[in-house]
């Protein structure tokens, strides 16, 4: 497949934002003369008060910071909303498309989403949230989601989403990790035909985390739920009587704008620090060349609000660059496959950013479904949140693009803001199954265990050299696990966990995380978070996890457990425990496959053998490798032959 190239088209090479020389001219611009590079490319910011220092920034242990932008105030719901008002005022900028297409659509030009921010906006400081306070997010994929964000940046108030397939045990635990004293949430979210019940997840979680005071809930369904007395109102009872201005805020560029929750290699999520000048400055640059974006394109990006793909190319990107956003409630097979490119049509998108675990999922669907629309209007096609098989790719540029769209395969992570490493439609020729080309002030280099960088054709650890300005700042609270995590692997260099390949024409190909996080349809899960949850369970004893390939997910997840003396490892328990993790993470860490375990394989000093696990999970046992080292080999043998059959 690596010989496998699609030229720039033409018409592309001629018309595009970025052509292959622009890009060659600013990417060698953007890494020797970094002030002059950014000092330009951050005028698409408006600043309040303009910053007069560019960069400074160190990832040595002994110095370590990362300041852009750094004397520079601004405002980015202001950068979202108000700038628009003046030319763009009455242009669409979310049109929201229900789950259920037989409902009324909505749309918000700019100047009502300017308004209804503002409101909300004021609400949230009548119910005391002053500027550095954490504001806990818990809604669906309607259009408050997005304004509640806005709402927060308006007043300086830092948001924390947590993504509604989360459980109340895990919203909890991020409400309790950043100290929050609100959660805007609604009474059920809608997917798929089914109702999702947030209210009462969020009354579940506080429970145990009483110190939170306020809820403000969006009646989506209308669904009849109880509202705790003092503590609980509604969104209209808290937007009434709310005037629609509201003064922004001046923002340092450094201050504090969103918390999000990711999985790493240990137990805890860590909460993602992002600040303002610079994410406002990546994620409008990068929504912009990557997609090739022109005003007037009607953009649909179907993540979810609640990951960092819905933060940046939803919500801050896409609005910063004025653009029109397709906001979809649903799911790609809901009410049937064709519900893509229905909307497709239906709004005439020019831009769709999807993830592969999708595209999987319809393309085994046939292709009628694609067949009968017209997805005349698409002009790129975006892919995100895990490597994209060349099959799918294929499928996703033939059958989807008609093989006139070139495809951006987004390579990035909830730590770097936006995107890193993607083709330009303009500027590369595709490689399916590639992510290409590093963009503008990205500094990517693949190193060996040991930290030597390797040159030319090579594959080792994906680290960046240098800081680019959508760079996340801290683990919220927790400041040491910041460097440890990223910067201590590799001296001197952001270590991004990934593994990665390049080829001879200096392509990177993104072979996957080298840490145990299971990259589950895009979501990130870390093994050690679903083996904590495990292990809370009475009948536990020990449990382990590892990632299995799984066709449409690109990952599952596989459990090792070994039960208490006595318990009964039978097909009830199994049950019990999927339905166990289910209700401790939530829905989006549903076990695959649950085996039970008479022991798991260890080394004589007690080390879980992962790499062993992994095989059996993958039913790859023909070369375990060295197993003279365990305490007691036979375990392995008994695993191989109780292996369930997935
Ligand atoms: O392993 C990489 C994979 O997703 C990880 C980041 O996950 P998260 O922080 O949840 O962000 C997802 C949305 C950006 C990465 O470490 N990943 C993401 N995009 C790609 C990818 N792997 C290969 N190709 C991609 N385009």
Not at 54 to 83: M, P
Request: charged share 25%; glycine share 8%.
């Amino acid at each position: 497949m690596e010989n496998k190239v699609y030229p720039v088209p033409d018409d592309w090479a001629k018309n595009a934002l970025i052509d292959a020389e622009t890009y060659r001219r600013k990417y060698q611009q953007s890494i020797e003369e970094p002030d002059a590079f950014w000092r330009e490319e951050a005028m698409r910011i408006d600043w309040i008060k303009p910053f007069t220092k560019v960069k400074d920034t160190s990832f040595d242990k002994q110095d370590f910071h990362i300041r852009w932008f750094e004397d520079g105030t601004l405002n980015l719901s202001a950068n979202c909303l108000d700038r628009h008002l003046a030319e763009h005022g009455d242009r669409a900028a979310i049109i929201w498309e229900p789950d259920d297409p037989t409902q009324d659509n909505r749309t918000l030009t700019y100047q009502e989403l300017y308004e209804e921010t503002c409101r909300f906006a004021n609400a949230l400081k009548a119910n005391g949230v002053n500027k550095g306070d954490r504001v806990t997010i818990y809604m669906p994929m309607v259009p408050e989601a997005a304004i509640t964000m806005l709402a927060c940046a308006r007043i300086g108030a830092v948001h924390s989403v947590i993504f509604a397939g989360f459980s109340p045990e895990a919203l909890g635990n991020r409400i309790e990790d950043c100290d929050s004293d609100i959660v805007i949430t609604a009474d059920e979210g809608r997917r798929g035909g089914k109702t999702i019940p947030l209210k009462a997840n969020v009354d579940e979680a506080l429970e145990h985390h009483a110190k939170v005071d306020r809820v403000i809930m969006l009646e989506v369904t209308g669904a009849d739920v109880p509202m705790k007395d003092g503590r609980d109102i509604t969104w209209a009872q808290a937007v009434a009587d709310q005037p629609a201005e509201c003064e922004p805020e001046e923002m340092n560029a450094e201050d504090p704008l969103f918390i999000l929750y990711t999985s790493g290699s240990t137990g805890k999520p860590k909460g993602v620090l992002h600040t303002t000048g610079g994410y406002a400055v990546w994620t409008s640059m990068t929504h912009q060349y990557a997609f090739d974006y022109r005003p007037g394109d009607v953009y649909w990006c179907a993540a979810d609000i609640g990951w960092i793909t819905g933060h940046s190319y939803i919500v801050y990107g896409p609005l910063a660059n004025g653009a029109t956003n397709v906001m979809f409630e649903g799911t790609p097979n809901y009410p049937d496959f064709s519900r893509f490119w229905q909307i497709v049509d239906k709004y005439q998108v020019s831009t769709l950013y999807t993830a592969p675990t999708a595209l999987r999922a319809l393309m085994r669907e046939g292709n009628e479904w694609v067949e009968k629309t017209s997805r005349q209007s698409l002009r790129v096609l975006g892919s995100v949140g895990e490597p994209i098989n060349p099959e799918a790719w294929e499928w996703y540029y033939h059958v989807v693009g008609n093989g006139k769209c070139p495809i951006a395969d987004t390579w990035w992570q909830t730590e770097t803001g936006g995107h890193m490493i993607t083709p330009l439609p303009g500027a590369h020729a595709l490689k399916p199954g590639s992510a290409s080309m590093p963009l503008f002030g990205v500094k990517p280099e693949i190193v060996d265990t040991e930290g030597k960088v390797l040159e030319g054709v090579a594959e080792g650890a994906l680290v960046i050299a240098d800081s680019w300005p959508g760079q996340m700042r801290g683990v919220y609270g927790d400041e040491e696990r910041f460097f440890l995590t990223y910067f201590s692997t590799f001296k001197g260099k952001y270590f991004t966990s990934d593994g990665c390949r390049r080829d001879k024409d200096g392509y990177y190909w993104i072979t996957g995380r080298m840490d145990d996080v299971i990259n589950v349809s895009g979501h990130r899960m870390g093994t050690a978070e679903i083996e904590s949850a495990l292990v809370l369970h009475d009948q536990v004893a020990e449990a382990a996890v590892v990632a299995m390939p799984h066709d449409v997910k690109g990952q599952g997840i596989y459990c090792y457990v070994t039960t208490v003396a006595g318990a009964a490892d039978d097909e009830a328990l199994r049950k019990e425990l999927v339905k166990w993790v289910r209700h401790e993470i939530g829905p989006i860490a549903s076990p695959d496959v649950v085996q039970f375990a008479p022991a798991l394989p260890k080394t004589r000093s007690g080390k879980i053998m992962r790499r062993i696990l992994r095989k059996i999970a993958e039913n790859d046992t023909s070369n375990l490798g060295d197993i003279s080292t365990l305490a007691d080999p036979e375990v392995v043998e008994k695993l191989i032959a109780n292996r369930p059959a997935v």
